[in-house]
């Protein structure tokens, strides 16, 4: 069994001669494996205290305002140093198959910097005694491995620096207990 099953996973032609010089070929197939169920585009809401919250249908942002009076939602695409995060207005809808993030104001009050970006990393006040030099460390190796910044040419020919919104993902979530679902 062990080397019908070791075919199978290689799917190799293989030949058999039977009665001489009579030869007969077959291809040994792998089983069919069940199909996966098709995933679901999902709106995907970073707070900035690491949690997350899946939408399954499209939500304005007026609704995160009232349930976030002191917050503000932007695209994940939307970080560029020395610009200004752009916020959502509040009548706009957020977008299936895409990710956010929901900061606090004063966030979106100033330029982007790198600075603005190490507060980013550091931990709430709380959890900061549970978190070890160690485990720190090890976080910024794997955020920083996901290539944090784009420099990309405007139009006009100037170029700017975009923080992917993958390595503000990690830089957000770090401190992730766990998600929060909305139907």
């Known amino acids: 069994m062990g080397i019908i099953k070791y075919f199978n996973l290689q799917m190799i ?24 169920p098709p995933v679901l585009p999902t709106i995907k809401l970073i707070k900035s205290d690491g949690f997350v919250k899946i939408y399954h249908r499209p939500i304005h942002v007026s609704r995160l305002m009232v349930e976030f009076p002191r917050h503000l939602v ?34 979106f009050q ?10 980013f990393a550091s931990s709430p006040p709380e959890q900061s005694s549970l978190i070890s030099k160690d485990s720190r460390n090890a976080f910024l190796k794997k955020a920083a491995a996901c290539q944090p910044f784009d420099i990309e040419k405007t139009p006009s020919g100037c170029l700017r620096i975009r923080v992917s919104d993958e390595f503000i993902s990690q830089l957000l979530e770090e401190g992730e207990i766990g998600d929060e679902e909305e139907k």
């Open 13 to 36: 032609p293989w030949c058999f001669h039977l009665m001489g010089s009579s030869a007969s070929c077959m291809q040994l197939q792998p089983e069919p494996a069940e199909p996966e």
């Open 74 to 107: 932007c695209r994940a695409d939307s970080f560029y140093i020395g610009q200004k995060i752009p916020a959502l207005p509040e009548d706009e809808q957020l977008q299936l198959g895409q990710k956010y993030f929901l900061l606090p104001k004063h966030f």
């Open 110 to 119: 100033s330029v982007l910097s790198f600075v603005t970006i190490a507060t």
